[in-house]
Each structure stands twice: as C-alpha cells, then as structure tokens.
C-alpha cells in the first residue's frame, strides 16, 4: 500500500515556475510508474507527465518541454518541475503511482495510487 502526499502548489505570475512534490509516506516508488494528471473543475483529468520504472519519460503535448518529471534516488519522492507557466495550467494537480502498461500511459484509471491534489493557479 502506497499513500501520496503532494506538496508545492500556490500562486504564481504567468512565465514562473514552480515545483511540485509528492511523497510516499507509506511504501515507496520502487518498480512502480510515478505520474501526475491536472483536471479543471467539471472536466476530465489531463495526462501531464511519466516516469516510467525503466526511467522513460513521457509527456502531455501541452507541456512538453516546459515540464520535467523526476524522482529521487531514494523513491520516495517524485517532483514536477513547471517552468514557463501559463496561465491554461491553472488546475488541480495530482501525483498517481502504480504498474501501468505502455498503452496506458495517459489512462487515469490505470494508476492504483493517488495523491489528495494541490492546487495550482496562474495570475497575470
């Protein structure tokens, strides 16, 4: 059993950055895929970026290359590191764990582990 704990979130100018972390407070990341998705109220969440247990990363178009998705050597944290932000990432960000195959990468329902979400909100 894994529980998530993100951290990070808050307010910040259009073209900031900011860093997201999410903790293993119980387990760890070990051989599993760590993720994060965003979901605005009253829509789907949206695919952002994985770590997969082989160290693959794969993006959200929305995001690539002003995102960067990391661990850390002792996996029990994983991070999102957001530059260049704009105010369209305004959202609820949420870190997700687990075994996911390739084809289901950006399928929320393929992770068995979440976070509580922290909200993130760009102002002008």
């Known amino acids: 059993q894994v529980q998530l704990v993100e951290s990070g979130g808050g307010l910040v100018q259009t073209g900031g950055s900011l860093r997201l972390s999410c903790e293993a407070s119980?387990?760890?990341?070990?051989?599993?895929?760590v993720a994060w998705f965003r979901q605005l109220p009253g829509m789907e969440r949206e695919f952002v970026a994985q770590r997969r247990r082989d160290g693959h990363l794969y993006y959200g178009d929305s995001v690539k290359g002003r995102f960067t998705i990391s661990r850390d050597s002792a996996q029990k944290t994983m991070y999102l590191q957001m530059n260049s932000l704009k105010p369209e990432d305004t959202a609820v960000y949420y870190c997700?764990?687990?075994?996911?195959?390739?084809?289901?990468?950006?399928?929320?329902?393929?992770?068995?582990?979440w976070g509580q979400g922290t909200q993130v909100t760009l102002s002008d």
């Open positions: 997700a764990a687990g075994v996911v195959i390739l084809s289901r990468t950006r399928d929320e329902s393929a992770y068995t582990y």
């Open positions: 119980q387990g760890t990341f070990s051989r599993k895929d």
